[in-house]
């Protein structure tokens, strides 16, 4: 029995071309993402790519901050030398700023007021811990101040001071700003307990109060315990001072890391010791200042300080553009 096969039926039928619907919806560009590497069990890389595209930068934001983790590492940042008188100068520019931008100034100005106030409420029956948390304010005034920095910069680039963005200026370089702020917390809980320890080698029956500490003092008594006390004091207030007089702001300016941002302080405050020291003596009288007046002098004080440290800033270090005007 033969079966006749149709070879022209058995043969395959080549695909007709699509055609494109009428009503199909036009193809758009998808958003820039950013690529990421992984690597596969034989170390290989693997390229992959998120869902989720890469979001435009603030336009507050300066834009050296707005770097990626794969672009190449900033140079470490030149630090300039400066002339002996020049915290007068940025004590002037400081308050140059506090008239044109009062509102945002007030503000931070209050804040650490009520602190001050709170501290003093809350402790008055502690009073080793009190003196050493009001001393510490020199310790984490740097940063604390971040809003003050932001405030000093918008000036400068002539953007809007919206208070808003300035109280959330930390989140441009959350985690080497943690890393800093952790360390200043350690360092003034240590300089909490010296101060403790300090008073209770020269007290060692009962604990003085405050009134009566400074009843001491002043009627000279115990010249010893007062030497102790500031020597300690200064011994860690010189150690932050070094580590963060442009640490902070070099952070927010440019994503520096909290590492080379601390160095580059460190050689700052090396290379213009003369004029460090009298930045320093400027900021403790203005800060002394505001404590003597039950902390209402803070109001104006710190915020004056804050927008100086900007200037501080912009004048020891090289800026990153050749067409940035130094302070």
Known sequence: MTIAVDRAAARPRAAAPAVPAADAAPQLPRPPTRAYTARSPDRRPIPMTPSTPVAPGDPGEPAAAQTRADEPRAPFPVVREVAFASPLRWLALGARDFRERPGPCLFYGACFAAMGWLLAVLLRPAPGTMMALTAGFLLVGPFMAMGLYEVARRREAGLPCDLFATTLVWRRNLVNVAILGIGLEIVMALWARSSMM?????????????????????????????????????????????????????????????????????????????????????????????FATFFVGLIVTVPWVGLATWHAYRALVEPPRADAPPS
Do not use: C, K, Q, Y
């Open 198 to 290: 300090v008073i209770a080698i020269f007290f060692p029956r009962t604990m003085p109060s405050v009134a009566v500490l400074l009843d001491e003092i002043a009627r000279g008594r115990d010249l010893g315990f007062l030497a102790t006390w500031l020597g300690v004091g200064a011994l860690f207030a010189t150690l932050v001072f070094a580590f963060t007089v442009i640490a902070i702001p070099l952070m927010l300016d440019r994503g520096t890391d909290a590492i080379t941002a601390m160095l580059a302080s460190v050689v700052a405050f090396g290379r213009n010791l003369p004029a460090m020291l009298l930045w320093a003596g400027l900021i403790v009288s203005l800060t002394v200042l505001g």
